[in-house]
């Protein structure tokens, strides 16, 4: 008797510790790290990068394969220009330690001050945990039809 209540226990426990409450909490964390990915694209700065991205991340954009450094390099050639993100999300998954996010992104491009364009990718963004932190290590953006 004491071992069917103890397997009843534990198995209440495990269906308690799988609540759909976490999991949309694990969405959102995901979402946190790819929009403060972003605000570390919009202000240039590496070290936000390198601090929501996996040492072994790799962005793929227009047929070329980027890491934070190289991203970062290629930004420092626009500094008189600045770009400012809005995400619509269209699916994000959670399964234990991986996790994905796909989405549309829009940027709106600013030269001195002044809105220039606005550019709409689609793109995906897979997570991995790392050391209980979620981080991107792969990002795949492809330029929306019509830009």
């Not at 009843?8 to 799988?18: P, S």
């Not at 936000?48 to 930004?75: C, I, M, P, Q």
Request: charged share 25%; proline share 1%.
């Amino acid at each position: 008797m004491k071992r069917v209540l103890l397997m009843l226990l534990l198995g209440i426990g495990g269906w308690v510790g799988c609540r759909p409450t976490d999991q949309a909490n694990e969405r959102q964390a995901l979402f946190t790290v790819l929009t403060r990915y972003f605000r570390g694209v919009e202000q240039t700065d590496l070290d936000t990068l390198n601090a929501y991205a996996t040492a072994d991340f790799r962005l793929f954009e227009n047929g070329k394969v980027w890491t934070n450094d190289s991203l970062w390099h290629e930004l420092q050639k626009y500094q008189d220009t600045r770009i400012k993100f809005r995400m619509d999300t269209l699916r994000i998954s959670v399964d234990q330690n991986i996790g994905h996010i796909a989405y549309f992104n829009h940027g709106d491009v600013y030269k001195n001050g002044t809105l220039i364009q606005t550019i709409n990718w689609m793109e995906d963004a897979a997570f991995r945990k790392e050391k209980g932190q979620w981080k991107i290590y792969f990002l795949h953006s492809s330029l929306q039809a019509g830009n």
